[in-house]
């Protein structure tokens, strides 16, 4: 270890960006052994590791790092998957320059952060390899069942965690995949299709249940699933896109981005897709404008880009140092021909039966705003007109009218329409019935649902526990 001062930060090799633009691969190779030991070797193992401070799962960083400089792969598996659900998801999709990369003590020295990320991936890639993943045999198996509604981050990672404690286990979700934005929102060439389904298998090996293409509150309210099981943990995440407001003559091509991205996704899983065989989801030879600046909205100009868009262009009324997304993103994006119109707002869509033209201004960053981000002011007299065959509005995701749809009043929601919980154990309004991930925080990182689902996994098992002593204490008096 300590070797971060005679060897230098290395990332895995990148397929360079003519090749990769042309198909939906991943583009990062996977360190070789010895390239990953070799890397491993630089963390510093400092007294106080910034990189699991800012991990929200805590993950225990500096001793997979040192099991794997010296070569105890299976362990520092096994170091790495005590905390996290899906290690080589998050090797592969977190944005690390933000959380652990970002804050390495020898990144902050001036020597290059330590590549946590691309090990944490190869730890897990090998781990899949060499058939050190089994799956869940509890040591007691209970009568008590759980449901799970969404087979996203979150709840896939409440439903391992409560299989593993031995109870059966159902999850509920309305698509026809389980995985959530891991399966639909998520392109390819960050996170290929078969390293999520791979892990699904594994709960379906393992006893978990799952019921596809299942709507709570038509095929069942959710007063009707918690008289099924004796506990519920909602994790539907948040699927509502917001808009710009812009679009008063409801023009065909302008679309939402997950709308949009679900389309490419299901085509690259050899789904038939209407709207895509159509055009109107397709950006082929066309000149593409997406609203936006998160991860979702370099999905979309990414996509755009291997699509064959004529030209991709990136509206972002803020500067580049303020976009809320991952800046490796952002640069991979721009090696792939991106335009990026930094402070730039989208004021009118123009055209007749569709969409032709988008009217702009210009922006500058004036005085820091409640969050603390200088808030963008519009320059006078700084008016442009873009051409444009489709937009894409990458705006973030609000959450649905879950009391409506699940048919259940009293399920109490927030002023933002996320659920309301009790946050020292996660229960909703509603006895026995817990929610996590993006339907509580609001739409974040993968990171944090695999967080919240293992927090409520918790809660729900103190839960059954006191009321399984309560009913003794019942009986015996």
Not at 10 to 29: L, Q
Not at 75 to 97: K, L
Not at 155 to 172: M, P, Q, S, V
């Amino acid at each position: 270890m300590l070797k971060f001062t005679s060897i230098n930060k290395e990332n895995p090799s990148k397929v360079d960006s003519k090749t990769r633009s042309a198909n939906f691969d991943e583009i990062y190779a996977n360190f070789a052994k010895q390239k990953a030991e070799e890397q491993a070797s630089r963390c510093s193992q400092c007294g106080v590791p910034f990189c699991q401070v800012h991990c929200p799962l805590h993950n225990n960083i500096p001793d997979w790092l040192k099991l794997t400089a010296e070569n105890r792969l299976e362990e520092a598996y096994q170091v790495s998957s005590a905390t996290n659900n899906m290690p080589e998801i998050c090797g592969r999709i977190c944005p690390q320059d933000r959380l652990c990369e970002g804050n390495c003590v020898i990144e902050q020295s001036g020597h290059g952060t330590v590549t946590i990320g691309s090990i944490e991936k190869y730890i897990t890639d090998t781990a899949w390899d060499k058939g050190w993943i089994k799956k869940i045999e509890p040591n007691i198996n209970r009568d008590q069942s759980i449901g799970v509604i969404g087979a996203g981050p979150a709840g896939l990672a409440a439903a391992e965690e409560l299989r593993k404690l031995g109870y059966k286990i159902t999850i509920y979700d309305r698509y026809d995949r389980a995985g959530g934005l891991l399966i639909y929102g998520i392109p390819n060439f960050k996170l290929e299709k078969e390293i999520v389904t791979r892990r699904t298998k594994l709960l379906e090996d393992s006893g978990v249940e799952f019921k596809l293409n299942f709507n709570v509150g038509e095929d069942k309210t959710l007063e009707e699933l918690r008289r099924d099981h004796n506990a519920v943990v909602i994790a539907t995440g948040v699927y509502k896109s917001r808009d710009i407001n812009l679009n008063e003559q409801n023009y065909s091509n302008v679309v939402p981005a997950l709308k949009y991205l679900t389309a490419s996704n299901k085509v690259g899983l050899k789904d038939k897709v209407d709207d895509f065989d159509s055009g109107l989801l397709n950006a082929n030879n066309k000149n593409v404008i997406v609203v936006g600046g998160g991860d979702t909205a370099m999905d979309c100009v990414r996509t755009a880009v291997r699509q064959g868009a004529t030209s991709v262009k990136c509206l972002y009324r803020r500067d580049k140092n303020n976009m809320p997304g991952s800046q490796r993103e952002v640069e991979n994006a721009i090696e792939e021909g991106v335009d990026f119109n930094w402070l730039t707002l989208p004021t009118q869509y123009q055209g007749k039966d569709k969409l032709e033209h988008v009217k702009i201004v210009k922006m500058e960053l004036g005085s820091p705003d409640e969050s603390g981000r200088r808030k963008p002011e519009i320059k006078d007299n700084s008016e442009e007109i873009l051409k444009a065959d489709l937009v894409i509005e990458a705006l973030g995701f609000e959450p649905e009218d879950l009391p409506v749809m699940f048919n259940e009043p009293k399920l109490n929601v927030t002023q933002w329409g996320t659920l309301k919980v009790d946050y020292k154990n996660l229960m909703t309004s509603l006895d026995g019935v817990f929610a996590a991930g993006d339907i509580v925080r609001g739409a974040s990182l993968v990171v944090w649902g695999i967080k919240d689902g293992r927090d409520a996994a918790g809660h729900i098992h103190n839960y059954l526990s006191k009321n399984i002593e309560e009913s003794k204490r019942v009986v015996n008096e």
